[in-house]
């Protein structure tokens, strides 16, 4: 069974602080490596995705590092406010040719204001 | 506008019984899926359409039947509800066949009593 294993399970920042989460998987397929936020109630929206092909990708405060080789790839959070606060899930694509992503198990991040 | 809608949100059903959540998705993609959310928050796949033709079938109870009428719709037949099927069931659709953007919908909560 493939896995896409996510670390930590939780975490909790002060507002302002950086939260790193990361994000590690087993496939080779190359495609898109995605992170998605979920607030409570709502379902999981992507919010910064990275192709295998660049190490860094920024989006306002979201930076992804995808590192190939080491098959791990992570979120970067600056400045982290309490508006934050969601549970966060990295996906990585499946077996070539399966046309799925498989979801990691999800951070908790807490901000504290 | 919604893009993607699923029906009904909530629903609290006995045990034994079959109930059915519709999902319709006004993006113009091609492709759509039923994942389920556990108490942990664990996402997992079960079904993946792309154009009305289907391409993941996970190991799911075939008590669980999906149906595509078109594109835009893909909808969740359950039958002879069980306790362990109590969960939050999410639509999604994508562009393409990878599923490396998904949109997700608001999710249905199932109870099963």
């Known amino acids: 069974q493939q896995q896409v294993k996510q670390s930590p399970q939780s975490l909790i920042v002060q507002k302002g602080g950086i939260s790193i989460i990361n994000c590690a998987y087993e496939?080779?397929?190359?495609?898109?490596f995605p992170w998605y936020q979920q607030f409570p109630g709502k379902g999981p929206a992507l919010l910064i995705a990275?192709?295998?092909?660049?190490s860094e990708k920024k989006e306002g405060r979201f930076t992804i590092s995808f590192n190939k080789s080491a098959k791990q790839f992570s979120l970067h959070i600056m400045d982290s406010q309490p508006g934050d606060s969601a549970t966060y899930f990295c996906a990585a694509p499946g077996t070539s040719g399966t046309y799925k992503y498989i979801f990691g198990t999800g951070t908790r991040l807490k901000v504290l204001a | 506008d919604t893009a993607v809608s699923q029906t009904p949100k909530y629903l609290v059903t006995q045990m034994g019984n079959d109930k059915s959540i519709k999902c319709e998705q006004n993006l113009g993609h091609d492709t759509m899926y039923w994942y389920k959310q556990d108490s942990k928050k664990f996402l997992k796949i079960m079904f993946s359409?792309?154009?009305?033709?289907?391409?993941i079938n996970e190991t799911v109870p075939n008590r669980f039947s999906p149906k595509s009428p078109d594109k835009a719709h893909l909808n969740l037949h359950i039958n002879s509800l069980e306790l362990g099927d109590s969960a939050v069931y999410f639509c999604a659709s994508s562009p393409g066949y990878s599923g490396n953007t998904i949109y997700f919908g608001e999710g249905s909560w199932l109870t099963v009593v």
């Open positions: 496939n080779t397929a190359f495609d898109y």
């Open positions: 990275i192709r295998p092909d660049v």
């Open positions: 359409y792309n154009n009305k033709e289907l391409i």
